[in-house]
């Protein structure tokens, strides 16, 4: 089989015109009858830094994305497979959930002309987009056949995990603040000062415009680091100075501190279900695609 492979292979290259194997259309694997080239994976690369675009920007951005190159070709093969198979087993995907899925992409833009700015600056047009949501839908309805409907997470098995780790499901102690919120510094320092000289709320808000809410923080809530600094050196009915957040100042009393909790079962069964979940679907993931592997032609060429 290998051979016969081999061959055919060899046959492509020789078929291939000169211009195709400049540096973009360098065969970079094989896998089984197909070809994956440099082009693919630079285009693989653009798509992975479209989708995290949105979240992450400059450094932060490329620090992701030079975190996962080295694993990059390697994930492209695996993706090769899955969507051989889902070939073989005749997996379709309606063009109406493309198109869904193409327009949800777009609402995080302001208009159009944003949302193909953006694709041009990852090297990409609307067709490529299309192909690479059309290949996700179908690896996810292959995988969703073969692994996911069929792992299961037994109520016993939540129930030892909870046993286990109880420590890991204690509730942090919990802070109940007012929040205050007003426009300018100047009015934001005297709302300050009259509420630390005991002046109630009624008699300010006649006086000052400002608008007020409640806020429950718990240390490790990635809570931005001038309000985490802030209220965590409160105590009980204190009010902090202001704290200029973008082009407001807010103001943090704090009215209550709750202890840390134990969590009971009831409380942490989604959670632990959940984790259990990712955790056996990975596994088992990772043991279908290792089935693939073994029953493929995997070739990745010599740089």
């Not at 194997?21 to 798509?47: G, H, P, Y």
């Not at 200029?244 to 134990?262: A, C, N, P, V």
Request: net charge neutral; hydrophobic share 40%.
């Amino acid at each position: 089989m290998k051979r016969i492979i081999n061959l055919i292979f060899l046959a492509s290259l020789i078929l291939l015109p000169h211009s195709y194997l400049c540096a973009e259309d360098k065969v970079i694997a094989v896998v089984n009858n197909e070809i994956i080239t440099q082009k693919d994976l630079s285009d693989f690369l653009n798509f992975i830094r479209l989708q995290y675009s949105r979240q992450l920007q400059g450094k932060a951005l490329e620090e992701k994305i030079n975190s996962m190159k080295l694993d990059l070709l390697h994930r492209l093969i695996e993706d090769r497979l899955i969507l051989q198979q889902a070939k073989l087993d005749k997996i379709i995907v309606e063009p109406s959930r493309i198109k869904d899925r193409i327009n949800e992409v777009k609402k995080r833009y302001g208009s159009d002309s944003d949302f193909e700015l953006d694709l041009a600056k990852q090297g990409l047009v609307l067709a490529d987009l299309e192909n690479k949501i059309k290949e996700q839908m179908l690896m996810y309805n292959l995988v969703e056949q073969k692994v996911r409907g069929k792992v299961v997470i037994r109520p016993d098995e939540i129930t030892s995990f909870f046993t286990q780790n109880k420590r890991q499901f204690l509730k942090p102690e919990e802070r109940i603040l007012t929040l205050f919120i007003l426009q300018d510094e100047g009015t934001a320092k005297t709302v300050s000062y009259q509420l630390r000289l005991g002046k109630k709320l009624e008699e300010l808000a006649a006086k000052f415009a400002f608008t007020t809410d409640k806020l429950s923080a718990s240390a490790g809530q990635q809570l931005r680091p001038e309000i985490e600094a802030t209220v965590f050196k409160l105590g009980i009915g204190e009010v902090s100075s202001p704290v200029k957040i973008d082009t407001q100042y807010f103001i943090f009393r704090l009215d209550d501190i709750i202890g840390s909790q134990q969590l009971t079962l009831a409380q942490a069964q989604d959670k632990i279900q959940a984790y259990l979940f990712e955790k056996k679907l990975q596994e088992e993931l990772a043991k279908w695609l290792d089935e693939l592997k073994k029953q493929s032609y995997i070739k990745i060429l010599e740089n």
